[in-house]
């Protein structure tokens, strides 16, 4: 087989994946994608490297763990739908990386608008400015500052749009918003649960024009860090638990855990096709004390329900993975949910995943309307009430889900 190495036909190529796949819709974003030259924002990366439907990774910290990276061209792609730029437009961008997500801001603004790409260390700042400069992009500035404090010395911006994972709503971004502006911003819910919301003023509230499944690298050295710990899991194999600080977790005890004797506990639900996880996720994030967990990797025993890994509740030094066997019925090939759980509260904390997957069910899982959202900060947050089960409150925001029930 012939490997491809002309950029412009591997560009086209990515654009036609990203239009059939649905998350390229609008002509504009469309021409963006076919005008910027993703394989000059990485310059190691070779060229099917650059543009495969895969993250390009650009800076690890001193652990080796990834901190900056260019996106995976469809979650670019769905966030810049998200964001709807506009000729003329100002934007901030937080989370500059290699410059490539700025560079199609540019084009989307492009006449009479301009983009700021901020990020907190310099060595990405000036790599972003001098690939910018490369490709042309003389509408993007990018800037050493923290994306959370903003640029209010440029403000007020048309749009912001983080490319960074927060734990918060950054109050002080929501000033420097122009009238009618948009907020983009992957924000996690509870623990490793994630979304890309699109906020827009509503009064003195915030609500949702569209919000999508993503998770980001989180932010760093701001006043909006979020505080993520990787635990080596015990034992064999290269499992590890991602943890967050808001969690209640037995961070110590819980590292040996998956060397417990497991229980098995088996729910009513099957998923058939490509029926999806993400509003099961969103349900328990909300619902279970501590969210849901990513938990990678791979041992001996493990019984995870995707290849990559599993979904898990924590509590203290107790976790419940979610787990699951393949069957056949009348309608098809079908996945039964189940639960594995390891620790001192194993068989409670599996039972309670599984009362609340069934509570799931019975509002009518994957049937219902997609949920909405609305956010407050400040004395505004007492405006928005619902279900406690339906409310997320935060150090500086209230997140609250509008779930609705099968009629």
Request: with cysteine.
């Amino acid at each position: 087989m012939t490997t491809v190495t002309d950029p412009d036909e591997l560009r086209e190529a990515l654009v036609t994946s990203l239009v059939d796949g649905g998350h390229l819709r609008s002509p504009e974003v469309i021409a963006a994608f076919r005008a910027v030259e993703r394989h000059r924002f990485h310059l190691d990366a070779d060229l099917p490297a650059a543009y495969a439907g895969d993250i390009v990774p650009i800076k690890h910290d001193d652990k080796g763990d990834m901190i900056s990276c260019i996106s995976t061209p469809s979650v670019i792609a769905t966030q810049l739908e998200q964001l709807d730029a506009a000729p003329g437009h100002k934007i901030l961008e937080a989370g500059a990386a290699s410059g490539y997500n700025a560079a199609l801001l540019g084009q989307l603004v492009a006449p009479g608008g301009h983009v700021w790409t901020v990020d907190v260390d310099r060595d990405l700042v000036d790599t972003a400015q001098g690939n910018l400069e490369l490709v042309g992009a003389s509408n993007v500035t990018a800037v050493l500052a923290d994306g959370a404090v903003g640029l209010p010395e440029h403000a007020p911006f048309d749009r912001v749009h983080f490319t960074v994972g927060a734990a918060d709503i950054p109050v002080k971004i929501l000033d420097q918003l122009a009238p009618g502006g948009r907020l983009v911003i992957p924000m996690r819910i509870r623990g490793s649960i994630s979304r890309s919301f699109a906020f827009e003023r509503d009064g003195q509230t915030w609500r949702t024009v569209s919000t999508e499944m993503m998770t980001f690298v989180p932010m760093r050295k701001s006043v909006g860090t979020d505080v993520r710990t990787m635990l080596d899991m015990a034992g064999e194999g290269d499992v590890k638990l991602e943890t967050y600080s808001e969690q209640e977790v037995d961070r110590d005890g819980i590292r040996t855990v998956l060397s417990q004797p497991p229980v098995e506990v088996f729910t009513d639900l099957k998923f058939y096709g490509s029926q999806t996880y993400e509003w099961l996720y969103l349900y328990l994030a909300y619902v279970l004390p501590n969210g849901l967990s990513r938990m990678p990797g791979t041992r001996p025993g493990l019984r995870p329900n995707f290849g990559w890994g599993s979904m898990t509740a924590l509590d203290g030094d107790t976790l419940a993975y979610l787990t699951k066997q393949e069957g056949e019925d009348e309608h098809g090939k079908f996945w039964h949910v189940g639960v594995i759980g390891h620790g001192p509260r194993a068989k409670e904390l599996a039972d309670q995943v599984v009362t609340e997957i069934h509570a799931w069910t019975e509002r009518g899982a994957n049937e219902v309307p997609e949920p909405s959202f609305r956010m407050a900060v400040g004395d505004a947050r007492h405006q928005l009430t619902a279900d406690p089960r339906c409310v997320i409150d935060k150090p500086d925001s209230r997140l609250v889900v509008d779930w609705q029930r099968r009629t």
